[in-house]
C-alpha cells in the first residue's frame, strides 16, 4: 500500500469550526443584555487563555476551535447590538407584537371562513 494512503495524524493539524449562524435581523439589547454579552465574551476568552496554557491535554484541540468560534460569535454580536431602553418601549409597542396581532386576525379570519365552507348546509323541507 502507498504512503499516502497510511498517513497518520501527527497532531499539527488545526481544527477549525464554522461560524455560528447569527439573525438576519437587527439585534436589539437592553443594557442588562449586553452587559450579559460581554460578560460571556470575558469568559470564553479567559477559557481559550487557560486552553492555550495546558498544552499537554488531548482534547485541547477541539476545546480551543469551540472557545474561538464562540468568540466569534459573541463579538460579532456585540459588535451588532442596537442598545435600547425597555423602560421607552411599552408592552405591545413592539413591531413583533404588532406582527404577531395582525397574524392572529388574519388567521383566525381565515379558520372561520373555511370552517364557514365545510359547514354542511341545513335545507328546509
Known amino acids: 500500500m502507498s504512503k499516502a494512503f497510511t498517513k497518520e495524524d501527527d497532531g499539527t493539524e488545526n481544527v477549525h469550526l464554522d ?3 447569527q439573525s438576519p ?3 436589539l439589547v437592553t443594557p442588562s443584555g449586553l452587559a450579559a454579552l ?3 465574551l470575558g469568559a470564553r476568552q479567559s477559557d481559550l487563555a487557560k486552553l492555550r496554557e495546558k498544552a ?3 482534547d485541547r484541540k477541539l476545546a ?3 472557545a474561538q468560534r464562540d468568540i466569534r460569535f459573541l463579538e460579532a454580536r456585540i459588535s451588532r447590538a442596537i442598545l435600547v431602553d425597555p423602560k421607552s418601549h ?3 409597542s413592539s413591531h413583533l ?3 404577531s ?3 392572529l386576525k388574519t388567521t383566525a379570519a381565515r379558520v372561520f371562513e373555511l370552517s364557514a365552507r365545510m359547514r354542511p348546509t341545513l335545507r328546509m323541507a
Open 19 to 21: 461560524d455560528l449562524p
Open 25 to 27: 435581523h437587527p439585534n
Open 38 to 40: 460581554n460578560s460571556r
Open 56 to 58: 499537554e491535554e488531548i
Open 64 to 66: 480551543n476551535a469551540v
Open 90 to 92: 411599552s408592552p405591545g
Open 97 to 99: 407584537a404588532q406582527r
Open 101 to 103: 396581532k395582525s397574524l
